[in-house]
């Protein structure tokens, strides 16, 4: 599926219908996906970071960008990546990477180094220039940092949405976005807006009636296969599981 197709998916949607995103972490999870019959797939850098051995935003970019291209390279089915806040280079470099990688969108997020928010004016400008370098060859989702970094008033995320899409971005994510918070958001603006669940409601569905055009992850499918196989590895460790065939 080519960038255009890709970027279609996030129009025209039903809003009891978002866009559903796995997360895959590595091929194998990213096959599972692809299988299953999503139409995309959207890595979260947590977890592949966690399956590189790494704690969040401290992979190197080398091997974030590897990682990708493996993803990419057993599916059928278009791949985001999560390129987190773009490794420091500059956006000519970048652009280059990602697209080297088969990926055809990127999530970009809008904090910098010791996890404090970025001047949206600025950030605004940067992404201005992915987009000159890219094009229409990265569909690029900028991610609006808020709600993680303490501001509960959604006017902060509503002006840096609105910077973001003016340079170029193609959808916003107001990453911990509450329902108040995602309905404040689809109240200024018409362009998608990603979001991710919590634990509980609201659903995948009411979700999109809220606002939201598709639905990532994050680490979430990453922790819970890892649960799954801790589970797991007691019960081979206590001796009450034995493997088919033995």
Not at 19 to 43: I, K, Q, Y
Not at 44 to 55: D, I, M, R, T
Not at 212 to 235: K, N, V, W, Y
Request: aromatic letters at 6%; proline letters at 9%.
């Amino acid at each position: 599926m080519t960038v255009e197709a890709f970027r279609a998916l996030h129009h025209d949607r039903a809003p009891e219908d978002p866009l559903v995103l796995p997360g895959p972490w590595d091929a194998a999870s990213a096959r599972v996906f692809a299988e299953a019959g999503f139409p995309a797939l959207a890595t979260p850098s947590a977890g592949v970071s966690a399956s590189l051995g790494y704690a969040d935003g401290q992979t190197p970019a080398d091997e974030m960008f590897a990682a990708v291209a493996r993803i990419v390279r057993v599916v059928d089915v278009p791949v985001s990546a999560d390129v987190e806040d773009g490794y420091g280079l500059p956006p000519k470099e970048l652009v280059a990477r990602i697209l080297d990688t088969g990926a055809v969108g990127c999530n970009l997020e809008d904090s910098g180094p010791g996890k404090r928010l970025k001047d949206p004016r600025r950030h605004a400008d940067w992404l201005a220039e992915v987009r000159a370098e890219a094009g229409d060859r990265l569909f690029v989702n900028a991610r609006v940092d808020s709600f993680i970094r303490g501001a509960s008033d959604p006017a902060d995320a509503i002006v840096r949405a609105r910077l973001y899409l003016a340079a170029g971005a193609d959808c916003v994510y107001p990453i911990g976005a509450r329902p108040e918070g995602l309905v404040a958001l689809r109240a200024e603006i018409t362009a998608p807006i990603n979001a991710a669940p919590y634990p509980g409601p609201p659903s995948i569905s009411e979700l999109g009636r809220l606002g939201a055009t598709r639905i990532t992850f994050g680490p979430a499918l990453h922790d819970h296969s890892t649960a799954s196989l801790r589970a797991l590895a007691q019960t081979l460790r206590t001796a009450r599981f034995s493997p088919a065939g033995d």
